[in-house]
């Protein structure tokens, strides 16, 4: 599940920055993320269920399915990253207002998540919804431990708002459900449809006459005519979006050995990271980084590395398809986003180059101990219409997990590819949830890579770091563990 664009103000991590939150563990010694003076959530609460809630609901009917009560206040915070909070206000909001007119509907965007939301849920005042996402996203599996996660399962069986012959759950993406699941119940509604690959500038290599590489010898060739032209080849920022080129590995490693690999390093099964496919994807890009880099990206934020792609100081980018309503600032009239899948390493990959990362992302949540969590549920109700959904892609340039929501629209270049790339695709997409899961790991992770793409590291290194720590973790029988 990983999270949305990061903010170009968030802090820095700790180390050389490849954190994306600190983490302590509280008295049951439950992983979560915490700052310096935040207190801890209360791992002894109960299951979630909305006992904390004080709005008792309403009368259900065919235009309330969930029994909301239409004057019960609702309050929305959102992650002001990448995507703004814009949406809520111009579209969400509205719809929710709509439907439920005497409902005082307050709205905040903020971007520092858990220094701002963690006091509110130890002492029992939540918000009623949440996108949980950026560089100070709340550890979802302490959430849930600690009883605050509202199941879902309500919504996805509520009758959709455009159709209510079918299902909420008919209408979504297929999968995103299932993304976010933990011990198998639905706590997390992922709104985004996100798909990653290395990210150019259409127009430049059209001019220089390079195409989009589909094997390993192709790609090192491209990237030394680029070299050759004066253009730093290939980078990433180091400072706060290693995940960005951790997930490339990780991509890399699943197109060799096949989709199991991720779901075997989600599950802590033993020797999943030093799998022959994940230590040769590391050797592969370890080479990578040792050639066509430039190592001061190390230091860098991901919107000073952004804007040198914009600036055709830089080739190729790995990133997620919000890139381009990101920089759409800072984009000029000679650039023109485009994307292809990460390259086969070898020519008996077991998934095809077309394989991409794509599922469900920016995650959203109700608070199972706010005041309307009945409220939060059919807020995500309205987000899953067709209004709802239309609205944020016209913001956002964003596609999200509504089905044919996309119907209709002119999309800018870059999602245009983007969407491409996931139809030739088909079913060959595939996901982690470990960094969602155990932040210890996502930490670990994104430090290594650093160190293997900008600090010289090896391989062996690498694998061997990355299964200390899952192994650790797996052996900590204060850490909850989760299984797809």
């Given at each position: 599940?990983?999270?949305?664009?990061?903010?170009?103000?968030?802090?820095?991590?700790?180390?050389t920055g490849t954190s994306r939150r600190t983490l302590l563990r509280n008295a049951a010694a439950v992983s979560l993320v915490a700052l310096p003076g935040a207190a801890l959530l209360d791992a002894c609460a109960t299951s979630s269920g909305g006992g904390g809630s004080t709005s008792g609901g309403g009368t259900k009917s065919a235009e309330n399915p969930l029994g909301v009560d239409p004057k019960a206040p609702l309050e929305v915070v959102i992650f002001a990253g990448g995507?703004?909070?814009?949406?809520?206000?111009q579209v969400h909001v509205p719809i929710y207002k709509k439907a439920f007119p005497e409902a005082d509907v307050k709205e905040s965007g903020?971007?520092?998540?858990?220094?701002?939301?963690?006091?509110?849920?130890?002492?029992?005042?939540?918000?009623?919804v949440v996108d949980n996402s950026g560089t100070e996203q709340m550890d979802f599996g302490a959430l849930s431990s600690a009883g605050q996660l509202q199941d879902l399962t309500d919504l996805w069986n509520a009758p959709s708002v455009d159709d209510p012959k079918k299902k909420v759950s008919d209408v979504v993406q297929v999968g995103m459900i299932d993304q976010g699941k933990l011990d198998g119940k639905?706590?997390?509604?992922?709104?985004?449809?996100?798909?990653?690959?290395?990210?150019?500038?259409a127009k430049l290599w059209a001019s220089k006459g390079w195409t989009p590489p589909t094997t390993w010898d192709d790609?090192?060739?491209?990237?030394?005519?680029i070299k050759a032209a004066g253009i730093t080849p290939y980078g990433y920022a180091g400072a706060n979006a290693s995940y960005y080129q951790y997930l490339v590995i990780l991509t890399s490693a699943a197109k060799l050995g096949g989709a199991d690999i991720l779901k075997n390093i989600d599950n802590l099964e033993d020797g999943a990271w030093t799998n022959d496919a994940v230590h040769k994807s590391a050797e592969a890009w370890a080479a990578i980084g040792a050639k066509y880099t430039d190592k001061?990206?190390?230091g860098l934020k991901h919107t000073e590395v952004q804007l040198k792609q914009n600036q055709d100081k830089l080739a190729l980018y790995p990133s997620g398809n919000w890139l381009e309503n990101e920089q759409k600032t800072n984009t000029p009239a000679t650039f023109e986003y485009a994307m292809f899948p990460v390259p086969s390493l070898t020519s008996s990959d077991k998934l095809p180059v077309t394989?991409?990362?794509?599922?469900?992302?920016?995650?959203?949540?109700v608070s199972a101990k706010g005041?309307?969590?009945?409220?939060?549920?059919?807020?995500?109700?309205?987000?899953?219409?067709?209004?709802?959904?239309?609205?944020?892609?016209?913001?956002?340039?964003?596609?999200?997990v509504l089905q044919g929501a996309s119907e209709g629209l002119s999309l800018p270049p870059g999602m245009t590819s983007s969407a491409k790339a996931q139809t030739a695709a088909g079913a060959n997409t595939f996901y982690y949830n470990f960094d969602g899961w155990y932040k210890d790991l996502d930490t670990e992770l994104r430090a290594a890579t650093n160190e293997l793409f900008y600090g010289g590291g090896t391989a062996d290194k690498f694998v061997t770091r990355m299964q200390a720590k899952a192994d650790a973790i797996k052996k900590d029988s204060s850490i909850k563990k989760f299984k797809r």
């Open positions: 599940m990983p999270s949305s664009p990061e903010n170009p103000n968030s802090p820095l991590g700790i180390g995507y703004g909070d814009e949406y809520a206000k903020i971007q520092k998540i858990a220094t701002t939301l963690q006091p509110r849920y130890n002492g029992g005042t939540p918000p009623d639905s706590y997390i509604f992922n709104y985004v449809s996100t798909v990653y690959g290395i990210w150019y500038n790609f090192t060739a491209t990237l030394d005519k001061s990206f190390l394989a991409v990362w794509a599922g469900a992302g920016e995650p959203f949540i005041k309307n969590p009945k409220g939060g549920m059919e807020y995500f109700r309205r987000m899953l219409t067709k209004e709802g959904a239309q609205g944020f892609t016209k913001l956002t340039g964003s596609l999200t």
